[in-house]
């Protein structure tokens, strides 16, 4: 919730004035029960100053003017405080209304009021007849029988000790808000917004666009100011170290590719040097360097199709199963031999060092597959788990080479790519291989895409 710089040091001042507020709140609390008290006691000694004058009223006597105006002279000491002369049956007698700018219905409608107050039993409340609450004292007029009553309403939001209590909280917390939206203000003003383009522009060099130059910080506080400067300059070394970085991945994907390509002639070279020597050789010594010729033409073959694909260590799969399989078809001569690949839409890739293990141990199944049929065909499909799976087919059951050299390349090339030769229904095999990572981004581009 506050995670944000404006969230929190807006939590920081407000946490600052927590002490204003408390000592405000302190302050208007006891002056709200101090005004209370006061004007109860000022509401008492109104009653007894009442009943004090009214002490030579008898009961039986009805109150002249001279008389009413003696009793409630005093009308000073009385600002917004009703009085009045009632019987012990609480019948009004004499009522002064001067002092009461709130009417003459102030009274109770059922007689003397009798709720007295909890914090003060000198003073009551009730309902006059207009429906208002009013705290009432009741003084008794000695030998008489009668009693002075005085009334103020009472009113708890127009009530002056509320009025104050309330601005006495009010204040402290119009000065809190005040402070921090100004402080806010100040805050998106000079430093938000700033820091929103430095933001901007890092975002940029986290999305590889490293030419993109630091935001204009015009105005800023010096700070950011130097912070942005520091931000340029350091773009500038990080585009330089990568286009230095990309340079010298670029000069060594040349050399690797210039390396496999001499690799690939070289093969090539041996097995060109294999097949003259075959045929000088006699039929007895030129089947023998049949077979050797034939791998280091499969060895040749995942290195020229690295080579031609671009990618450094990577070899389509594809690709190079149409080319072991077109030497398989050349190796037999005159005898016809078909070999029919089938791949799905994807291009399956696989690393340069299984891509080899992958061709010696095809041109090995696809040697034993010509002595044993006319044609054999070669389907892949996708595995779960970034795998390939390869089925040949054709060949009627038990077409895999006896014990022999043969036997034993075929279970060490299968070792070298983590599987099994799988012996299928109707004399089918199939094996499945890893498929490469992901391609790299910098340097590995193809020569065309170059």
Not at 417 to 440: C, Q, W
Request: aromatic fraction near 6%.
């Amino acid at each position: 919730m506050f995670k944000t710089l404006r969230s929190r040091i807006a939590l920081l001042l407000i946490a600052a004035n927590l002490p204003v507020i408390a000592f405000a709140i302190t302050i208007g609390l006891q002056q709200f029960a101090l005004s209370d008290r006061f004007d109860r006691d000022r509401l008492v000694q109104a009653a007894e100053l009442v009943s004090a004058r009214a002490a030579a009223l008898r009961p039986e006597q009805p109150i002249t003017e001279q008389e009413r105006d003696q009793i409630f002279r005093d009308r000073g000491s009385r600002a917004e405080i009703a009085a009045a002369i009632v019987d012990k049956d609480g019948r009004l007698l004499a009522r002064d209304d001067e002092t009461a700018p709130y009417g003459s219905a102030w009274l109770p409608k059922d007689g003397l009021p009798a709720n007295r107050l909890d914090e003060d039993p000198r003073v009551l409340k009730a309902r006059g007849e207009d429906g208002r609450a009013y705290r009432y004292a009741i003084a008794p007029i000695s030998r008489s029988g009668l009693s002075a009553i005085v009334a103020a309403p009472f009113d708890v939001t127009g009530h002056s000790q509320t009025q104050w209590l309330l601005l006495a909280l009010g204040l402290p917390a119009l000065m809190v808000l005040l402070c921090v939206g100004l402080v806010l203000f100040g805050i998106e003003r000079f430093v938000l917004r700033w820091i929103r383009a430095l933001r901007a522009t890092t975002a940029s060099y986290d999305g590889g666009r490293l030419d993109t130059k630091a935001a204009k910080l015009k105005g800023a506080p010096r700070e950011l100011t130097e912070l942005g400067d520091t931000l340029a300059a350091m773009s500038r070394r990080v585009e330089e170290r990568s286009l230095a970085l990309e340079a010298a991945v670029d000069e060594r994907d040349r050399l690797l590719r210039e390396l496999h390509h001499r690799v690939k002639n070289n093969f090539q070279m041996i097995a060109s040097l294999l097949a003259l020597q075959r045929q000088e050789a006699p039929d007895t010594l030129s089947a023998v360097l049949r077979a050797p010729e034939d791998r280091v033409r499969a060895m040749a073959a995942a290195y020229k199709v690295s080579y031609a694909s671009g990618e450094i260590g990577h070899v389509a799969v594809a690709e190079l199963i149409r080319d072991v399989a077109l030497q398989a078809r050349q190796t037999n001569g005159a005898r016809l031999f078909e070999v029919v690949a089938h791949f799905p839409e994807d291009a399956f890739e696989v690393d340069l060092d299984l891509a080899v293990s992958l061709a010696l141990l095809l041109t090995e199944l696809l040697s034993a597959a010509a002595a044993a049929a006319d044609s054999a065909v070669v389907e892949a499909s996708a595995e779960p788990g970034g795998k390939l799976a390869l089925t040949i087919s054709g060949p009627p059951p038990g077409w895999l080479p006896g014990p022999g050299l043969s036997q034993r390349l075929i279970r060490a090339y299968a070792d070298q790519l983590g599987t099994a030769i799988e012996e299928l229904d109707g004399g089918a095999i199939r094996l499945v291989v890893s498929l490469a990572s992901e391609k790299p981004t910098i340097g590995m581009r193809s020569r065309t895409a170059a």
